[in-house]
Every structure is written in C-alpha cells, then in structure tokens.
C-alpha cells in the first residue's frame, strides 16, 4: 500500500505565474486535505474534501488559490499570480473516515519557491 | 479558541539519555483528538499517534510512550534511550471540531540527538 504522494516535490516560479501541485492520496482514503508550512512553524490548514465534495476551506484560502479532487481520487492545488509571500511547503494528506477513527496520513510535501 | 502550545524549540541530549517534548492545549470541545508527528528533514510528517479525549491511558510503543493528562490539558511524548535517527520535529496537534481531520498544529519540537 502506496502512501500519499505529491509532485512535484520542489518548484521554483516567477512571481505573477501559476503554478499546480497535485496529491494522489492513498487509495482507499475518502478524505483529502491540504495544509501549508513555513519555515519554523506548524502546519496550517487549508482545505479538505470528502470524496469530490470541497467541504471547508479556510480564511488562509485566498482568491489565488483553488483546489478540485474531480473524481474523488487525487487533488490538485492552483495557485494564480504568486506572490512571495506564498513560498512554503504544500502538505497533501489524506484519511478513512470510519467509525473507528480518522487517522491523518501526510505526504512528503511541495516545496514552492517564488523569487 | 483552540490552541497547542509547544513551549520546548529546540532540545539537544546525548544518545541513550531519555527526552520528554511537552505539549499543553486548549479546546472548548468536549470530544478532541490529539496527534503527533515526526517530521525528519525530508519534510514528510509520519504519523506517530492518535489519541481521543476519552482514553487518559498512557500508551508504549517501544521506545516511545505518551502521557495524556485531562486535568492539565497535556499530551507529553517521551523517547527512551534516543538514537541518533530520532532527530526530527516533532508536532502535537489537536483535531478542531471533534474528528474532522482538521488539525491545529503546535509550532514544533526540534530534537538533536547526538552521538
């Protein structure tokens, strides 16, 4: 059994370019979410899906950004017209949302660069 | 608001020696679940463990054991005997809302263990 894998791991963009990152979460994993961390701190949330479904998305979230899950398999994150400011690892996770609990797995991340 | 407080930056011990990473936090939620993670430098967060605000029983796992105490609203993690590869990050998280998967992150232990 694969875990979360996301690509590409690391993208260097020019500031006011787009940029798309994509998760493909374990397989039989019915949650999706997207977390982004910065240097010398926590991740934060961002976003999650239930199946196709966009339930939440945080105030983080800015207007740039959006996020599909389609088919309700793998995830992509856009980014329009990037600022410095959104340089920062973008986490992929993924969960089975079962009775017995919702244990989150994490993927290796998306290092963004904006110069 | 719900908050975890990591209140160690950096911890530096000698191999074998024992190390305990604090974690205190705050919730108004009656049912939580709290979370930790190791993040070594290849930035992927691996999920260590997962526990409900229901279960104040301390759990080992080899070297690892975690002391969950309600009445102090903490959640410490201690290694036995650290090695070398136990250098990572290391975050405690707290589950906002009940079981959603979104997770409030502490800002993160850094433990060097040195030979």
């Known amino acids: 059994d694969t875990g979360v894998s996301q690509n590409p791991r690391h993208k260097i963009t020019k500031r006011g370019q787009n940029v798309t990152f994509r998760c493909d979460p374990i397989?039989?994993?019915?949650?999706l979410y997207w977390y982004r961390q910065t240097l010398g701190q926590g991740p934060e949330f961002l976003t999650y899906?239930?199946?196709?479904?966009?339930?939440?998305k945080s105030r983080l979230l800015s207007d740039r950004f959006s996020a599909e899950r389609p088919k309700g398999s793998f995830s992509t994150l856009e980014i329009q017209r990037t600022e410095q400011g959104d340089s920062a690892m973008y986490l992929c996770a993924s969960s089975l949302d079962r009775l017995s609990g919702n244990t989150i797995y994490f993927g290796e991340g998306s290092w963004l660069t904006v110069v | 608001a719900q908050k975890v407080t990591q209140a160690q930056t950096e911890i530096s011990v000698v191999e074998k020696e024992d190390v305990t990473l604090d974690c205190v936090y705050e919730t108004r939620d009656t049912t939580y679940y709290l979370f930790w993670y190791k993040q070594p430098p290849s930035g992927e967060l691996v999920f260590l463990i997962r526990?409900?605000?229901?279960?104040?029983q301390n759990e080992i796992s080899g070297r690892y054991s975690w002391n969950f105490q309600k009445s102090t609203s903490s959640f410490n993690f201690t290694i036995t005997a650290s090695q070398v590869v136990d250098s990572a990050v290391y975050f405690c998280a707290l589950s906002e809302g009940g079981d959603t998967g979104k997770l409030i992150f502490g800002q993160g232990t850094t433990l060097q263990v040195k030979p």
């Open positions: 526990r409900n605000s229901f279960d104040e």
């Open positions: 899906f239930q199946n196709e479904a966009q339930l939440e």
């Open positions: 397989s039989e994993h019915n949650r």
